[in-house]
Structure formats: C-alpha cells, structure tokens
C-alpha cells in the first residue's frame, strides 16, 4: 500500500506503508514473556513439571532436580523484565536473551522433564539470532532512580511468587502452616534461610533454591543498576543554549512557545545546517518534543529528519506536544506521522484589550476591588531588578508552590532571573501589611518570556495563599496596561486543552456525543483543571490558536499522553527526593503553568 505526500521541495513523496519495522521486535517480546511464564510455572508448580522424565529426575544425584527447577525459575523471571527490552529493539536485552534461553531450555531438559519444554526456549532463540540486525537500539537515558524502583518492584513480586512456590506444594507439606508463617518462610528464604515450614523429600530443597534464587535475582539487577554506567539525561550544553539563542533572535518571533527550548533539562539536535533545531526530553521511551521546531523555517526538515533519526536509533516512540498548525503541517508531510487539535492557546492582542463593556464585567469589578484594598502593580523586565528582590522573589516563588512536585515542561521555563534572561518579564503585587511576612510586601508573581521582540509568553503564575483572591486577574491586567510602554503587542496565556469541545458542548444544539465528551471532560477536570483554565483564559477575551500533538500511531497515544503527564509533573513514577534536599539541588525547578483551582472558583 503506497500513498502521495509532499516533500520538503513541494514535489509529491511516495511512502510505501508496508509492516512496521517494530513487528519483528514486538512479536519476539511477546514470545519471551510467553516463554518467561511457562519457565516460572515449570519451576513452581510440581504438576505442571510432572512427565517420565521428571521420574528420572528423582533419581539424579545430589540437589540437581532443584537447582534445575530454581533456574527455569531464575530464567523465566528475568525474560519477563527483558520483554520490554526486545519489544524495543535493545541491543542490551537481546544479548541477555540469547545467554538466557539456552540456561533455560537446558533447565526444562533436566528438571521437566519433557523435551517440549526445551524446543519452546529454542523455537525463541533461533529467529532472535536470525533478526539479530533488528536488536540496535542504543540504551535509554538512566540515573540511579532505577535501582530503587526496580528493588521496591522486585521484592513485591519476590514476595507474591514466594507465597505462590511455598503454597505449591500441599501434598509434601508437614502439617497445616499459616499464612504468617508461609510469609515468614518466605523472608527467610528470599535471604537463604530455612523457616518455619517443613516439607517431606526434595521438596524442601526445591522451594529452598526457588526463593534463594529470587532473593538473588533481586539483588544482582538492583545492584547492577546502582553500579553500572549512567547514560546522562537530557540537558542543555552552554554551546547548545548559545545557539539556540541566536537562532531565537532570528525566528523567535514565529512561536509563542520558542523561548520555552531554552529549559536547561531538554536535549536539541540541530538540522544539517544549524539553521533549525528540535528541542526534547525522553520520558519513559517517548521522545517528546514540544512547541515548534526553533529558526528557519525552509531548514525545520533537516533539524525534524535528525530527530527522527535520534528516535530510531534508540527505539524511542517519537511525540510532539503543542505544535502549531504550521508545526503539524511540516512534521506529518516529513515523517508521514499524523496529528490530533489538542486545544488552543489563548493570545490576548494589547491594541484591542481594554476593561470597558459587559464581556470584561467581572474582570473589571474584581480588578477594583483588589485596588481599594490596598494593593499595587508593578511591571519590570527582570534586567531591571536588583538581585536582593530577584532572590526574594525567587523564594517566594519556591514557598507558594502548591505542590511538592513541580509541574511544567511545554510552557515552563523552569527558573526566574538568570542573567541570560533578562528580557523576561515580571509582574508582582504588593500590599503592606502591619505584620509583614517573610517577603516583606510581596503578595503574588507573574512570570513571562519573550515572543520575539514585541510578546511574551506566561510562563509562572504564583500567589501568597493568605493574599484575597483574583491576584491572577489583576497583575494579568496590569501586564496588558503596562505593554505598550515595553513595546509589548501581545501577550499569551495559558493553553486550553480540549477548549473547542468545551466550547460547542455548552451551545444550545449540541449533540449527544459532543456533550457526553464536554461532561467527562468537567469530569477529568476535578484533577486536570481543563474546564477552569479555559473559562480563566476566555475572561480576557483571547482569540484561540489551535495546538496539536504529533504522533506515530493511535496506539501510541496512550503511552505518549502517559509521558506527557510525566513531563508536566501531573504524574510521578519515580521516587521525589524530600522536598529539604531539593531546595539546594542545581536541577532546573519546572514552574506550573497553570491557574491554582480555589483561586480560579473564587474568581
């Protein structure tokens, strides 16, 4: 099956869609899971095992039964966290399958017992040698999280499989032990003891090797991630961020969301030319760019077939979170992706704001409100602040976060002040109090990066929680007023996932689907603030700039929209350090781009 897409010289490009070089990897990690599981139930339960050849086992010296059982336990537990590995073409994860699977058919053979056993582990290991080319991905980005993560999971499993190989055999067991005694036979076990439990013959040594052995496996592979090589994260070099930068003060102008490239936790990979760049983060294997691709627009080819290059190398599933619709248009006509509107990003144009007729209403009443309570504005770019009042800004900034996770990664920037950054603007409200707090009269921080010469973009929206409601509003305001004396054309805001179908859901003449649509999505929003921010944004009477992700397939959108969440902070996997060693870490804070929920209800 073939179709006609245009290429990058306007001729039309064939693309012949033939099966997904994935396939092959896929349906071998399938096969190794499926092998992986009938070695652990050929090592644990006796039935399963039982054949001719079993009976001859009984009979072979020593412990050799049991340690052929606790190996086609070993091997079926480790092909099971290799899975994922072949499925995603590393190179690493076929080497240990191809050392693997011989140990196990050796262990089916000798402890099973019957040669069909055997013939499975091998039927696995002959197209792994034959599709060996198919095993190149080079290794993911890693740190020593891992390690952790992966000792909490293995141990759990340890434990339920333990239950299960201690349970298993009810015919050999002495007497009519409890559960706590089970569990404390598996402890024991896991760390080469004997418990409590007894069994009658070589049942007692089998269930002995079976839990060594996974008391084993979960300290060699926790110790092996802790020890081996990092392969270092994403992170901006001071050559890359230069670059970047020049290229931002050519094209900057073309994307609300250029400056965002510039957050110092993202890699880039530029076109042959250096004349356009990609920005990314990988995230649970999901290559994730966002925005637009960054300078020349004729060059965004060369930068967009390098990243695609990048993701193919280390079998990570390309993804492009809130591009425009030029951005959409070149990414799916390059790499034959598709794309999918995921929302709008409301841009306020400063010549046609203004606070006066019915539609600004309850922004202009609440703005007067805020006023004869005492407090006051002030709009500055972050060159003209001293370091003593950027520092305290900072703090508060750090102690009104709502979260102990920090959110952020399309619209984020991720730090306030750099010295590099001195064309960011900032908004503050300040009130003086009788009893002031520990940042004097500060009340509440807007942060905004430059579009181009003539825009910003919002990056941080933060408040003193003890401030009365509406800060948002007025320093929002007060941005839009205090524009045309810094040159200031337009300001955007935040972005509105899902605003269009909020939107029509709530017209008269909406039909059933769409409404169905519009009420799970005020559902999701009592964690996802979708239907808040949207109707927060349309208080200022924006025009919508649609905004889509990019993707592969409908089936990676799951994994992609997992990842997103990830990058965001809305979704945390991995262990946080405690909040007292992150205050001092040199890692670039993400900052929320977001409206906190009680502020926006009492708005």
């Excluded at 340690?67 to 099971?80: D, T």
């Amino acid at each position: 099956m073939s179709s006609e897409v245009p290429s990058r010289s306007g001729r039309a490009r064939r693309i012949v869609r033939g099966p997904r070089p994935e396939a092959v990897p896929a349906l071998v990690g399938r096969a190794c899971a499926v092998v992986g599981v009938l070695d652990i139930a050929a090592g644990v339960f006796p039935r399963f095992r039982h054949s001719r050849m079993h009976a001859m086992a009984e009979v072979l010296p020593g412990s050799l039964g049991p340690f052929a059982a606790a190996l086609s336990l070993s091997v079926g537990v480790l092909l099971l966290l290799l899975a994922h590995g072949l499925k995603r073409r590393k190179r690493r994860a076929w080497r240990a399958a191809v050392a693997l699977l011989p140990a196990g058919a050796v262990s089916e053979f000798v402890y099973r017992h019957s040669v069909v056993g055997a013939l499975i582990s091998l039927a696995l290991f002959v197209p792994l040698v034959l599709h060996r080319d198919e095993f190149k991905a080079l290794p993911d980005p890693r740190s020593r999280w891992r390690a952790l993560t992966n000792f909490v999971l293995m141990s759990a499993g340890s434990l339920a499989l333990g239950l299960v190989i201690v349970s298993a055999h009810p015919k050999r067991t002495i007497g009519d032990p409890s559960l706590a005694d089970r569990l404390t036979h598996v402890l024991y076990g896991l760390f080469g003891f004997e418990g409590p439990v007894n069994y009658e013959g070589s049942a007692s040594w089998t269930v002995a090797f079976s839990l060594g052995a996974l008391g084993l496996i979960t300290a060699v592979t926790t110790i092996y991630l802790a020890f081996r090589p990092e392969h270092p994260a994403a992170h901006l070099t001071e050559e890359d961020e230069a670059q970047l930068r020049t290229l931002l003060e050519k094209h900057g102008a073309r994307d609300s969301l250029g400056h965002f490239a510039l957050r110092r936790d993202k890699a880039v990979v530029f076109s042959p030319s250096g004349k356009a760049a990609v920005t990314y983060r990988v995230v649970s294997g999901v290559m994730l760019a966002s925005g637009d691709p960054i300078g020349d627009v004729e060059a965004w080819p060369g930068a967009i077939e390098r990243f695609m290059d990048e993701a193919k190398a280390h079998s990570w599933t390309p993804a492009v979170m809130g591009c425009s619709e030029t951005g959409g248009e070149v990414w799916t006509r390059e790499t034959g992706l598709d794309a999918l509107e995921l929302g709008d990003e409301a841009v306020v144009d400063v010549a046609d704001f203004s606070l006066a007729g019915r539609a600004m209403r309850n922004v202009r009443q609440m703005v007067k409100r805020i006023e004869r309570a005492g407090y006051e504005t002030r709009v500055r770019r972050i060159r003209d602040l001293g370091e003593a009042e950027l520092d305290r800004i900072r703090r508060a900034a750090e102690d009104w976060r709502g979260t102990d996770t920090e959110r952020g990664f399309s619209m984020a920037l991720g730090r306030i002040g750099d010295a590099a950054d001195g064309d960011c603007l900032i908004a503050t409200a300040h009130k003086a109090d009788d009893q002031p707090g520990p940042y004097g009269d500060l009340k509440a921080i807007l942060h905004f990066v430059p579009w181009g010469t003539d825009g910003v973009s919002l990056d941080l929206m933060r408040r003193d929680r003890a401030a009365d409601p509406g800060m948002n509003e007025l320093l929002i305001v007060a941005a839009l007023q205090a524009s045309p004396k810094l040159g200031i054309t337009k300001i955007s805001l935040n972005f509105a996932m899902f605003r269009s179908a909020l939107a029509r859901g709530e017209k008269i003449g909406a039909g059933p689907v769409l409404r169905a649509w519009r009420g799970l999505l005020v559902f999701l929003s009592r964690w996802f603030q979708i239907e808040s921010l949207y109707k927060f944004n349309a208080k200022f009477q924006p025009r919508w700039e649609p905004r889509f992700v990019v993707y592969r397939a409908s089936g990676d959108l799951p994994r992609i929209g997992l990842a997103a969440m990830q990058a965001e902070g809305f979704v945390n996997l991995a262990l946080p350090l405690p909040r007292f060693l992150r205050r001092n870490a040199p890692a670039p804070r993400p900052c929320p781009h977001q409206v906190a929920e009680h502020e926006v209800r009492a708005a």
